[in-house]
């Protein structure tokens, strides 16, 4: 087979693998939060099959998913897109392998998660949006970028290294260690032990070698302290910022309130 492939995704939310999505990107089953900007998953997925194959002509949903995971190289895609189906047929009884109908549950399977109203942890920001909060390294020629559109429910934010003069963003362009550690503005958060960070492939068993160009990144809950650390440089500490609370109740209907502050 022409390409390498993943057939399946460890969710860290659920502690689950998902039978259908090879991306490093995990989602959750929360409905969308109140004034968040969620659409669904077709979005982004759409957004990465035309940046990466622009010309290749996706057949049906699935291919769309397959193409958005990026795991197909050269060669044959539509072949490749078929073996990756294949592989699930072992999940159904032979007589439905037989009349076509697992092929077709799994293609079901994909147009229902494609239309899921949800905002994967991990996509990136598109060119122009504004969503990004970038602040130079001292002494460095990056910068980090901290950017959460749509996670406002997760209460996460993501964060990757740019180059500072292009915007683009790079793969750990540098010897470093990111660390959560103690933090003064939300001290319930893990990190009264400091705690060391990595990056959303690795905790997927990427090697760093095989992250593809520019998609590294790191996921870090509201109010998290870092410490980025670098050899021979100073270190560099920064909080992710805290949003304001969600206003979770507008619909809870014709309501008398009590507040406590």
């Known amino acids: 087979m022409a390409g390498r492939s993943q057939s399946n995704l460890y969710d860290p939310n659920t502690g689950q693998a998902h039978s259908i999505l090879p991306l490093p990107l995990s989602t959750s089953s929360q409905p969308p939060s109140p004034g968040s900007s969620q659409g669904t998953l077709r979005e982004h997925y759409m957004r990465a099959y035309h940046l990466f194959y622009p010309h290749i002509k996706a057949r049906h949903d ?74 130079p390294i001292p002494n460095s020629d990056y910068s980090l970028r901290l950017w959460g559109k749509g996670l406002e429910l997760k209460r996460e934010y993501c964060l990757d290294f740019v180059h500072s003069a292009t915007g683009e963003p790079v793969n750990s362009p540098f010897e470093f260690e990111l660390w959560a550690v103690p933090s003064t503005s939300a001290p319930w958060l893990p990190g009264a032990v400091k705690s060391r960070i990595y990056s959303l492939e690795k905790s997927f068993g990427i090697p760093q070698e095989d992250i593809m160009p520019g998609e590294e990144k790191f996921v870090l809950l509201e109010g998290t302290a870092c410490l980025l650390v670098r050899p021979g440089m100073r270190s560099v500490h920064f909080e992710v910022p805290i949003r304001l609370p969600l206003d979770l109740n507008r619909n809870l209907g014709d309501v008398d309130q009590i507040k406590f502050n």
């Open 62 to 135: 699935w291919d769309i998913v397959v193409l958005a995971t990026r795991s197909f190289t050269d060669g044959d895609f539509y072949a490749h897109s078929d073996e990756i189906l294949e592989c699930h047929f072992s999940d159904f009884p032979s007589e439905q392998v037989k009349d076509g109908s697992a092929r077709m549950q799994l293609l079901r399977q994909a147009t229902e998660f494609l239309d899921t109203r949800d905002t994967p942890t991990g996509a990136k920001p598109c060119p122009g949006e504004d969503d990004g909060h970038i602040r």
